[in-house]
């Protein structure tokens, strides 16, 4: 068993989490949180690292030096998201951001729970075989970071990986339990353009034009129809159309319209049936209606697949360290929320835990006011070690 303690560790990842607190960046480029965490890996004498050449990402490792298994060529992976978010904290604590910058998401807490892991597991180095690799990453925000690990080698050879999230997701979860559950646990998220072209002219003429205005409804209430006709009744889709652009005058027949919205899922396939969809009918309507469009798709995450035997795994050790109460027994219904943490999912097995730090105020993530409650943080860091631990024997 590994052996730490407890009141250790959440002193740990409070003190670094509420420095990066008061340092949040955003995207990809983050060199103070590269810097702080590069200083206390260094204080690791079992841990080594790599620096990502593409962003400010760092690939940490552990080889277990226990002798009686020195084959043992398992290898997996814990991740923590380091960026924040472009909104202004509005909160009192002393510890709050520098900058217009917010850790509103709860990724401080993430990089000081993995750094809490690294703790753990370097101090048991002696325990185990293997090798933890510990993947500190940017950009989950803007759905680059994942990619951007995978492309820097950080899945090579993994068996399995894991990380988990904080916040109050479920508002009826208290303080300090776990949301580990197989299956589909977060939607895939995209970004849809829809630019629409026809030929401006006179609101008195539109014998002389092509609306796009007009085909913009067509193509709009024609979208919707995909789900409702074309796609199984128990697949859950949305298509959120929330911008909508074009013209410039109350009597002038514009030349484009450009519409923007989102599109969420729980199944891949699903997903990718429905955007080749969007881009057939929307091509057909306008054509139809003697105009053109063009459609670019940014995906910021697919669908975040828990694998079944990972995740019981990761619910077992749970249950041994803490207790059955500190996972969550009922069924939750996955967030139509997007995690690049998808990405990871997409090559190697493994599973994305929900923690809830809610509090009384109960505030989302995403939001000015937006805190956690840090009386349990330790709970995520043993996780993962023993986890590693378990998994690795």
């Known amino acids: 068993m590994l052996k730490y303690n407890s009141k250790e560790i959440l002193d740990y990842v409070i003190k670094c989490r509420r420095y990066l607190h008061t340092i949040p960046e955003l995207g990809l480029d983050l060199p103070k949180t590269r810097e702080f965490v590069i200083n206390e890996l260094d204080n690791f004498k079992n841990i080594k690292y790599t620096k990502n050449k593409k962003d400010s990402g760092i690939i940490a490792f552990i080889n277990g030096k226990k002798k009686d298994n020195k084959d043992n060529k398992k290898i997996i992976a814990l991740r923590a998201d380091m960026d924040a978010l472009p909104i202004k904290e509005d909160t009192d604590f002393e510890y709050k951001s520098c900058s217009n910058n917010m850790h509103a998401c709860g990724h401080d807490a993430h990089t000081a729970i993995l750094l809490g892991a690294c703790k753990i597991l370097n101090d048991n180095a002696d325990e185990f075989s293997g090798t933890v690799r510990f993947l500190f990453q940017t950009g989950e925000e803007i759905g680059k970071g994942a990619k951007i690990m995978i492309e820097e080698n950080a899945l090579k050879d993994v068996n399995a990986i894991f990380a988990v999230h904080v916040g109050s997701f479920a508002p009826d979860t208290p303080n300090g339990v776990f949301i580990i559950q197989e299956g589909p646990i977060m939607a895939s998220t995209d970004k849809i353009i829809i630019k629409i072209k026809g030929k401006g002219t ?192």
């Open 202 to 393: 006179h609101g008195a003429y539109p014998q002389a034009g092509i609306d796009p205005i007009i085909m913009s409804a067509e193509i709009i209430n024609g979208l919707q129809s995909i789900i409702t006709r074309e796609i199984e009744s128990s697949e859950t889709v949305i298509l959120s159309l929330c911008k909508i652009s074009g013209g410039s005058a109350f009597n002038i027949i514009p030349d484009t319209v450009e519409i923007e919205g989102t599109i969420r899922t729980f199944n891949n396939d699903v997903r990718d049936f429905f955007i080749k969809r969007i881009k057939e009918k929307s091509k057909l309507i306008s054509n139809s209606m003697l105009g053109e469009c063009e459609i670019d798709i940014i995906e910021y995450a697919c669908t975040t697949l828990n694998d079944a035997e990972i995740t019981n795994n990761i619910k077992n050790t749970a249950e041994t360290i803490f207790s059955k109460e500190a996972v969550w027994n009922k069924y939750y219904k996955p967030s139509m929320g997007g995690e690049d943490f998808s990405y990871y999912l997409r090559e190697v097995k493994g599973c994305f835990a929900l923690f809830s730090t809610i509090t009384e105020k109960n505030i989302p993530n995403h939001n000015s006011k937006f805190e956690i409650n840090e009386e349990k943080l330790n709970m995520p860091s043993e996780l993962m070690a023993n986890w590693a631990f378990d998994f690795l024997k």
